[in-house]
């Protein structure tokens, strides 16, 4: 299979030892009730396997509704998942799953969400600072109208949320964004953190500017997540997101999926350049 004949969203690689592994939404009904996720693996990023099967949700009570944005993080010699599911009181969260290989079998891990019970949250991401664990995920537009991106430190086995989060900003706020009728709603989704070979932390995210999906780029100005950062131009703006950023053979990409259409979203990969301060498509 090639890139253009893989039918996912949210696509995300990990890079292990020179073989690629390939997760994602599975397409079909946005993701609903799709019991669960498969893997790809490539050894050239060009040509990949059949899907595999990595995580079922309906063997762990997780089929609910959604199953979405599956993203795997090697961390402290395991491989992670964090992964987007319906919770008991029928809003959504991210909830972390543990295998001991990239292939799986992903096991639920995390004592629940690990993202607020009350909260409509969606697309958590794993970064690490300082040794430090922390979750980066989105406060939906369905529950608050005006989606935001928040974070929160976990606990260092990667078990459940030890701080209330903070929210960084709205989807609003950039001076690009959309300039709506109240009322109207925002879109926040899909953070990654990447930190530049000079150092300098970025988060890319997603959202709408007239009705197309784009990938936006945040730059925290002394190098941690916190309130001190600025929001750059978007650098996907045709009907492009929800991605993340990976290294292969000495070479930066940035991988999303485009259209963001039913039925027809396929992975894209796009190299893209580090310039130190800032990330640029080539």
Same mark, same amino acid.
């Given at each position: 299979?090639?890139?253009?004949?893989?039918?996912?969203?949210?696509?995300?690689?990990?890079?292990?030892?020179?073989?690629?592994?390939?997760?994602?939404?599975?397409?079909?009904?946005?993701?609903?009730?799709?019991?669960?996720?498969?893997?790809?693996?490539?050894?050239?990023?060009?040509?990949?396997?059949?899907?595999?099967?990595?995580?079922?949700?309906?063997?762990?009570?997780?089929?609910?509704?959604?199953?979405?944005?599956?993203?795997?993080?090697?961390?402290?010699?395991?491989?992670?998942?964090?992964?987007?599911?319906?919770?008991?009181?029928?809003?959504?969260?991210?909830?972390?799953?543990?295998?001991?290989?990239?292939?799986?079998?992903?096991?639920?891990?995390?004592?629940?969400?690990?993202?607020?019970?009350?909260?409509?949250?969606?697309?958590?991401?794993?970064?690490?600072?300082?040794?430090?664990?922390?979750?980066?995920?989105?406060?939906?537009?369905?529950?608050?109208?005006?989606?935001?991106?928040?974070?929160?430190?976990?606990?260092?086995?990667?078990?459940?949320?030890?701080?209330?989060?903070?929210?960084? $900003?709205?989807?609003? !706020? =950039?001076?690009?964004? #959309?300039?709506?009728?109240? %009322?109207?709603?925002?879109?926040? &989704?899909?953070?990654?953190?990447?930190?530049?070979?000079?150092?300098?932390?970025?988060?890319?995210?997603?959202?709408?500017?007239?009705?197309?999906?784009?990938?936006?780029?945040?730059?925290?100005?002394?190098?941690?997540?916190?309130?001190? $950062?600025?929001?750059? !131009? =978007?650098?996907?703006? #045709?009907?492009?997101?929800? %991605?993340?950023?990976?290294?292969? &053979?000495?070479?930066?990409?940035?991988?999303?999926?485009?259209?963001?259409?039913?039925?027809?979203?396929?992975?894209?990969?796009?190299?893209?350049?580090?310039?130190?301060?800032?990330?640029?498509?080539?």
């Amino acid at each position: 299979m090639r890139c253009d004949e893989i039918n996912i969203r949210d696509p995300f690689i990990l890079n292990e030892n020179g073989k690629y592994y390939l997760y994602g939404t599975r397409a079909a009904h946005f993701g609903i009730k799709t019991n669960g996720f498969d893997v790809y693996t490539s050894n050239d990023l060009i040509e990949w396997s059949e899907p595999h099967e990595c995580f079922n949700s309906n063997e762990h009570g997780l089929n609910t509704e959604v199953n979405w944005a599956p993203e795997v993080h090697k961390y402290k010699g395991l491989y992670y998942m964090l992964a987007t599911f319906t919770k008991p009181n029928n809003l959504r969260g991210t909830y972390i799953l543990r295998a001991d290989n990239p292939m799986g079998p992903f096991v639920p891990h995390s004592e629940g969400a690990v993202t607020p019970y009350e909260w409509e949250s969606l697309d958590g991401t794993l970064y690490i600072e300082d040794e430090k664990p922390y979750i980066v995920f989105c406060h939906e537009h369905t529950q608050i109208i005006d989606g935001t991106v928040c974070y929160a430190e976990l606990s260092d086995d990667l078990t459940k949320r030890i701080s209330e989060p903070v929210t960084l $900003f709205s989807g609003s !706020s =950039p001076s690009w964004a #959309d300039r709506k009728p109240e %009322g109207e709603h925002y879109t926040t &989704d899909g953070p990654f953190m990447f930190r530049t070979k000079d150092k300098t932390l970025l988060m890319i995210w997603s959202t709408f500017i007239g009705h197309t999906y784009i990938e936006a780029l945040v730059r925290f100005k002394d190098g941690k997540i916190n309130d001190n $950062f600025e929001h750059l !131009s =978007p650098i996907i703006t #045709d009907d492009g997101g929800h %991605g993340m950023i990976f290294e292969a &053979d000495d070479k930066l990409y940035l991988t999303f999926h485009s259209p963001n259409q039913t039925d027809y979203e396929r992975v894209k990969l796009t190299q893209i350049c580090d310039k130190g301060d800032t990330i640029a498509v080539k």
